[in-house]
């Protein structure tokens, strides 16, 4: 298996500087492509692991994500379907993101052909970033995340949701995050090639 281009791995670190998703999502495919799946599937879980005692805060009675990261971890395996506790609504900000992120997961390691799976792993560390970023914005403004969450289509919830993207703080945790899965790809790689 070829060693990830340190030129692509470094436009995934420019593309996190300019708080470009797109690029980053696409990006963050080729270097897991070129990757061994489960360094990839670690890399991933490490960015799902940030959120779980957050997103436990909040859902006490959530052990069923912790149990599922464990058992991803411990075995490189995965509930064919969520536990139905995962399937509730999740009201606090980002905890549908994370249980999305717990879903692509889980879905990545099912048996088929990979570049379905690694688009699961994309998904899943957007997720898992997204999460956090929601948490930290919506999470210390309980009403904008209602008005925005249950009036998608409403102008006040738009002009809200772009209030979200562009606040400064965001913007510094968002580009932070990637750049830490950057990180989190460039120790994974040496691993593979000691």
């Known amino acids: 298996m070829p060693i990830p281009k340190p030129a692509t791995l470094e436009q995934l670190r420019q593309a996190a500087e300019a708080r470009d998703p797109e690029r980053c999502q696409f990006l963050l495919k080729s270097l897991f492509m070129e990757m061994e799946f489960y360094l990839a599937l670690a890399v991933v879980i490490e ?4 959120f779980l005692d957050t997103f436990e805060l909040y859902y006490p009675d959530g052990a069923f994500a912790r149990q599922i990261l464990m058992q991803m971890v411990n075995t490189g395996t995965a509930p064919a379907r969520l536990p139905p506790e995962a399937l509730r609504d999740f009201d606090f900000p980002g905890a ?3 249980m999305k992120a717990l879903s692509d997961l889980a879905h990545a390691l099912q048996q088929g052909p990979l570049p379905p799976r690694i688009g699961y792993l994309v998904s899943a560390t957007v997720n898992a970033i997204m999460a956090e970023l929601v948490e930290h914005y919506y999470g210390r403004r309980p009403e904008a995340w209602e008005r925005a969450r249950k009036q998608p289509d409403d102008p006040a ?5 772009y209030a979200f993207w562009t606040d400064e703080e965001v913007a510094l945790l968002d580009t932070d995050d990637w750049l830490q899965v950057a990180d989190s790809i460039a120790r994974h790689t040496q691993r593979q090639y000691r």
């Open 47 to 50: 960015r799902a692991r940030s």
């Open 96 to 98: 549908a993101n994370y």
């Open 157 to 161: 919830a738009r002009e809200i949701a």
